[in-house]
């Protein structure tokens, strides 16, 4: 293996290098798929998208990525919860189009079949219709709920990443939650253990 540190790893991303993206795959590798268990542990049990499945993924997803940028760990792990989130959604979208007979996917069905259950395609499928309105409206805003929902990173690793204070990502999270209950109304409510609570 190379001697490269991670940070050399990091450093590279920006050229496009498929090997850095492999090379910090393996290195955090432990974080990745905390990450990707933490997306899954609410899935119900049997489906065929497993946490290492879905790590999987966001490897491809970003070995085809061009000139990735992530300036430390917390922001190569941001840029894979991002990447979590497309693969979520896209079989979430995948599923529900099958499912009306739709013939255009652009995930293998034999991952979308048993993946999610029908209220849980409607759920994600809010949740991130209602991130990309918010991306319009409060960008800054978003932004946090992405990393600290989808990539599980915690307020002061948000707050480091995106260059700002704590207090300023507890105040942009607590009005991010307002704004996504408000939108989505009971169906974020109801859920006891939501994440957004």
Not at 93 to 102: D, E, V
Not at 105 to 131: G, H, I, K, Q, S
Not at 164 to 178: C, D, E, N, P
């Amino acid at each position: 293996m190379n001697g490269k540190s991670e940070t050399g790893w990091l450093d590279e991303l920006g050229t496009g290098s498929a090997e850095a993206v492999d090379r910090l795959v393996r290195l955090l590798q432990t974080e990745l798929r905390e990450m990707a268990h933490g997306r899954m542990r609410n899935e119900r049990v049997g489906h065929t998208l497993s946490t290492t499945g879905l790590v999987n993924e966001v490897y491809l997803r970003l070995c085809k990525a061009r000139q990735l940028r992530a300036d430390d760990r917390t922001g190569f792990l941001a840029a894979a919860g991002n990447t979590m989130r497309r693969i979520l959604v896209d079989h979430a979208r995948a599923k529900k189009s099958h499912k009306r007979g739709g013939e255009s996917t652009r995930v293998p069905l034999d991952l979308v079949e048993p993946f999610l259950a029908d209220e849980e395609v409607e759920n994600l499928l809010l949740l991130d219709a209602a991130l990309e309105k918010m991306e319009r409206i409060n960008p800054e805003g978003a932004l946090i709920v992405e990393h600290r929902f989808f990539a599980g990173l915690t307020q002061e690793e948000t707050a480091s990443l995106l260059g700002v204070s704590l207090k300023t990502v507890q105040r942009r999270w607590i009005a991010a939650r307002a704004w996504l209950r408000r939108e989505l109304g009971a169906a974020v409510e109801s859920e006891s253990d939501s994440p957004l609570t």
